[in-house]
C-alpha cells in the first residue's frame, strides 16, 4: 500500500471558516465537522489496551496514537469541529486531547452507560456545532488517508442520506486458484479481498442523526432501513488510498512495516 499518513499533525493554528463562493449554492460546501467514535475497548489488542482506550494505542514507529493520526488527517481535509465520543478508560484520552494541539475545536463526550454504537453515534452527534449541515464520522480505531472532500462530493452527487468508505483489505491468507476441472493453476498470497468492506468512515446528511437508534447498532438497524429505500451510497477508496483498521497486534505490527517501507522509498 502506499500513501502513508505523516507522523505527527501540523501545528496548533485558529480554525478557519470556510468562505462562501459564487458556486456554494450549486456545489455546497464539504462538512467541517465530524464525530470520531473512540469508546472501544480494544479487547484483542491487549495488553496495548490494558491501561488506555484502543484509539490512544501508539502506531510503532510514529510516537502518535491512532486517534492522533484521525485528528490530524481531519484537520487536513477542512474540518474545524470534531465530537470524540468517550467510554473505556475515557480519563485517559481527555487527558491526552487536552494536552495536545490540534488546528481544530475537539469536544468529548461520556457516555453514563453503553448505548451501542447507533446510540452513541447519536448522542455524540447531539454536540456537533451545527445541526443542519452534513457531517463526518469515523470508527476510532481507523488508520487511514483518502480525500474526504471527494467522498463528500460522491456523497452530494447521490443524493444520499448516508454514505460509508468501502475498502478492499488484503485477506490474510493466500489463496489457491483453480480452473473448472479442479486443476490447480496458481498461488497468490494475500489478495484483496474481492469484496468491499466498510472502511469505517462515513458522509452523513443532517437528517441523518434523526434515524438513528436510542439504544443499539445502526449497522443492523438503520443502515439496512436506508438500503431498502436506496438513500445509502458506498464511496470505493481511490486506487493507492492508505487504509488499515488497527484490531489486532498484528495490525500494529503491519502498519509499522508499512511506514518503513514508505519512508524507504
Sequence with gaps: MSDVPPASPASAVPPVSPQP?????????????????????????RPYTDDRPKPMVEIPGT???????????LAAEGVTDVVVSCGHLADVLQEWLARTPFPLRVTTVVEEEPLGRGGGLKYAARHLPYGDRP?????????????LREMAAFHEERGATATLALARP??????????????VLDFIEAPPSPYPVNAGVYVFAPEFAALLPDLGDHERTTFPHLARERRLAGFPLPQGAYWRAIDTAKDLTEAA???AAQSAL
Design 21 to 45: 463562493t459564487d458556486c456554494a449554492a450549486a456545489f455546497p460546501a464539504p462538512p467541517t465537522q465530524a464525530v470520531v467514535l473512540a469508546g472501544g475497548q480494544g479487547s484483542r489488542l
Design 63 to 73: 510516537g502518535l496514537p491512532i486517534i492522533g493520526h484521525q485528528l490530524a488527517w
Design 135 to 147: 457531517w463526518y464520522a469515523t470508527n476510532g480505531d481507523v488508520w487511514t488517508r483518502f480525500p
Design 170 to 183: 488484503r485477506i490474510p491468507w493466500g489463496v489457491v486458484e483453480t480452473n473448472e476441472f479442479g486443476q
Design 257 to 259: 512495516r508499512e511506514l
